[in-house]
């Protein structure tokens, strides 16, 4: 099993990395979620990352009825993620828990080895400026709000409530 990244971690993410298109989804850094996986390509990417370094590049369809996307029905925008567990079904589909690590700009998208392969610039998070008051008052009022909609039966993920607890600034 892979390590959790932590916010304040640094990670080194190569400039050409193997991609796994997602359908009605996006992926943020530190975000933790499984996905299903199913496409020949996707599998293929998802075994050159296992082989390698762990960590492929998610990028979003830009229409989720494509069944087999190509470079141009995926945005050029995405999330470098770490798979931090692998599954395979018995219906021949693959199960994968990802975390996000870093946001990306695609450089250059290709047909490689039966896998999409994307050369790309990882971006850089702007530091934030001093929280003002009305900031740190909305910070505790979402988090006030998340806990109520849980003690009110709403299903939030554990994960999803710890990531927030811990936040310390938006964004």
């Avoid at 390698?52 to 470098?80: A, C, F, H, W």
């Avoid at 798979?83 to 290709?110: E, S, Y």
């Avoid at 392969?117 to 909305?138: F, G, H, N, W, Y």
């Amino acid at each position: 099993m892979v390590e959790f990244v932590k916010e304040d971690q640094q990670v080194e993410v190569p400039d050409q990395l193997p991609v796994l298109p997602v359908r009605d989804i996006v992926v943020f850094p530190y975000m933790i979620i499984p996905l299903f996986v199913g496409r020949e390509v996707s599998i293929n990417a998802i075994e050159r990352a296992i082989n390698s370094n762990r960590m492929i590049l998610l990028l979003t369809q830009k229409d989720m009825s494509v069944e087999n996307p190509g470079p141009d029905d995926l945005y050029r925008t995405g999330t470098v993620a770490m798979i931090m567990r692998m599954l395979k079904l018995p219906d021949g589909r693959i199960k994968i828990l990802v975390q996000g690590v870093a946001k990306a700009k695609v450089l250059d998208l290709k047909f490689k080895e039966n896998i999409i392969e994307a050369t790309i610039e990882k971006l850089q998070d702007r530091p934030m400026q001093e929280m003002s008051i009305e900031v740190e008052a909305l910070v505790r009022m979402v988090k006030e709000h998340l806990d109520r909609a849980v003690s009110l039966g709403k299903t939030i993920l554990p994960d999803v409530m710890v990531v927030i607890e811990n936040l310390e600034e938006p964004g």
